[in-house]
């Protein structure tokens, strides 16, 4: 049995070099009332530790993911007819690694995590681009420091499933579930 991290790296690689954004996954996440919610984000970091990606702490998510720390991430890769689901409980990243990450990007993704109220009612676009002038202006030529209501969160895999198409529905199903003694065990499930 191959480790499940190490089978996700390989596939990732691959995913790489056949897709524009193999990053691009679906995150699942569940309000107070228990209703899910799925959106798009970027994987930025993933190995034994977990799976890692950035937010605005503020945004519906990140507000989610703050009252309930379960979540489920899903890779579609279309062009390699394979889907790599991800369950587990999500952790913040180390301030550290956040102001790492956060001073790694574009100076107008810095600006635009400021300038962004994410998933807040927004009068019209120019109220957007005020905050983007206003954010551009006070940072001038320096540095961007990370907003505190930025942050990362660390997936720790409780389940990790690989499925690939194959013909006439014959498709590969192989599922990691995390035991007691936080080893992986391994099973193949009809598709």
């Not at 009068?123 to 905050?131: V, W």
């Amino acid at each position: 049995m191959q480790d499940p991290f190490d089978r996700f790296k390989e596939w990732f690689k691959e995913a790489q070099s056949e897709e524009d954004m193999a990053e691009a996954m679906s995150i699942a996440t569940v309000d107070d009332a228990g209703r899910p919610s799925i959106r798009m984000v970027l994987l930025k970091d993933h190995g034994p530790e977990g799976f890692t990606f950035y937010t605005n702490l503020e945004s519906r998510k990140g507000q989610e993911i703050k009252n309930n720390k379960s979540m489920a991430f899903c890779f579609h890769w279309k062009s390699m007819a394979r889907q790599i689901r991800i369950e587990g409980e999500v952790s913040p990243v180390s301030d550290e690694e956040a102001d790492a990450y956060f001073s790694s990007r574009a100076k107008d993704s810095q600006i635009g995590a400021w300038a962004s109220k994410q998933s807040q009612p927004m009068e019209g676009r120019f109220e957007f681009e005020a905050r983007i002038l206003k954010y551009t202006t006070k940072f001038g030529l320096g540095k961007v420091p990370r907003p505190p209501f930025w942050s990362g969160f660390r997936m720790t895999p409780r389940r990790i499933e690989f499925w690939r198409d194959r013909k006439f529905r014959l498709h590969d199903r192989h599922i990691y579930v995390r035991n007691e003694q936080d080893n992986w065990d391994f099973e193949t499930l009809y598709p």
